[in-house]
C-alpha cells in the first residue's frame, strides 16, 4: 500500500516536472506576469507585512517578479535554506544575492536564521508540485516543506504556489503530507480553510 502511494507520486511528479519542461516562453513569460499581479494581490488584500517565499528555479512558477515588488514595497521576506537534517533555516535576503543550495536549488545568501524564523510571518508562500481540491500539497519528494509545516504550532496561513493546471481533484496522501490553506496561481486565489 505505501510502496504504491509512493510510485503513484513518483508517477505524477515525473507528468508534472515533464509538463512543467515543455513550456514555451511565451507561456512561461505570460504565467510569470500573471501570477505577480496575483501574489500582489494576494499581499495587498491580506494587507501581508512579512512573508515566507522561495527563489523560483527556472521551471517552478515565477516569483521572482513579486520578490522584487515586495523588496520595493518594503515587505519583510524569509528566504529558505536547505538543511542536512530536513529541515528549513530561514534569512533575510538582499533580493539579488544568492547560490546553489543542497540539490541544486537557488537560495538565499543572508544572515541565516533559525526554523523558528517564520512563526511570525503574516503568511508562507510554499512550492508545489500539485494541490488537490481537498487542500492536499505534494512536493517534489524532499519532505522540507511538510517537516517544516508539520512542526509548527500555531503556523501562519500556507498557500501552495502552482500553475493552474497542477490544482488537480485529488493528489496521493501519506501520512507526512501536510495540507495548505490555499493555493495561489497565474489566474486565481483560492483559500480552502481560514
Known amino acids: 500500500m505505501i510502496a504504491d502511494l509512493g510510485n503513484e507520486k513518483r508517477a505524477l511528479r515525473a507528468e508534472l516536472r515533464q509538463r512543467r519542461r515543455t513550456r514555451t516562453t511565451t507561456e512561461r513569460d505570460a504565467d510569470a506576469s500573471a501570477l505577480t499581479a496575483t501574489l500582489q494581490r494576494f499581499a495587498e488584500e491580506r494587507q501581508v507585512r512579512s512573508i515566507a517565499l522561495y527563489l523560483s528555479a527556472p521551471d517552478e512558477p515565477n516569483v521572482r517578479p513579486f520578490l522584487n515588488w515586495a523588496y520595493d514595497n518594503g515587505l519583510r521576506v524569509l528566504l529558505p535554506v536547505t538543511r542536512e537534517d530536513g529541515l528549513l533555516d530561514w534569512a533575510v535576503g538582499d533580493g539579488s544575492s544568492e547560490t546553489e543550495g543542497l540539490f541544486g536549488m537557488p537560495e538565499v545568501v543572508g544572515e541565516v536564521l533559525s526554523p523558528l ?25 524532499r519532505g522540507y516543506y511538510d517537516k517544516t509545516l508539520g512542526s509548527m504550532a500555531n503556523r501562519p496561513p500556507v498557500y501552495a504556489v502552482i500553475f493552474d493546471a497542477e490544482y488537480l481533484d485529488e493528489v496521493p496522501r501519506e501520512a507526512h503530507d501536510e495540507p495548505v490553506d490555499g493555493i495561489i496561481t497565474p489566474s486565481r486565489i483560492i483559500t480552502f480553510r481560514s
Request: hydrophobic letters at 55%; zero cysteines.
Open 117 to 141: 524564523a517564520i512563526n511570525d510571518v503574516d503568511a508562507i508562500l510554499a512550492p508545489a508540485a500539485a494541490v488537490g481540491h481537498d487542500g492536499v500539497r505534494m512536493g517534489w519528494g
